[in-house]
C-alpha cells in the first residue's frame, strides 16, 4: 500500500498563500500524471490541479492563476503553491495520482479565514 503524506496547510488570511507538500511512498514516474485535490463539507472531492510526466499542467478555473503544482522525481515529492488564497479555498488538501487510485492520505487542512 503506497503511503501518501501531506503537509503545510494551516490558518491564512485572505490573500494569503500557502505551499503544501506532498511524500508519495513510491516512485511518481510511474504514474502519468499526479494530482492535488480538495474537499470541503457537503461537495465531493474534486481536482484543483494536475501535473503530467511531461510537465503539462491543468488547473480548474477556480484557481488557475493562483495555484502552481510541481513535483520532484527525485524526492517523490509533489508540491502546490497556493497565492491570493481566497475564503473558498478552505478544505482538507489530498495528493494522488489523477485517477485518484492510490490509498487517501490524511489530508492537510487549508483555511482562509480573517
Known amino acids: 500500500q503506497v503511503q501518501l503524506v501531506e503537509s503545510g496547510g494551516g490558518l491564512v488570511q485572505p490573500g494569503g498563500s500557502l505551499k503544501l507538500t506532498c511524500v508519495v511512498g513510491t516512485k511518481i514516474s510511474a504514474f502519468l500524471a499526479m494530482a492535488w485535490f480538495r474537499q470541503t463539507p457537503g461537495k465531493r472531492r474534486e481536482m484543483v490541479a494536475r501535473?503530467?510526466?511531461?510537465?503539462?499542467?491543468n488547473y480548474p478555473d477556480s484557481v488557475k492563476g493562483r495555484f502552481i503544482i510541481s513535483r520532484n522525481f527525485a524526492d517523490n515529492t509533489v508540491f502546490l503553491q497556493m497565492n491570493s488564497l481566497k475564503p473558498e479555498d478552505t478544505g482538507v488538501y489530498y495528493c494522488?495520482?489523477?485517477?485518484?487510485?492510490?490509498?487517501w492520505g490524511q489530508g492537510t487542512q487549508v483555511t482562509v479565514s480573517s
Open positions: 494522488n495520482n489523477d485517477r485518484g487510485s492510490l490509498s
Open positions: 501535473i503530467t510526466n511531461k510537465e503539462s499542467t
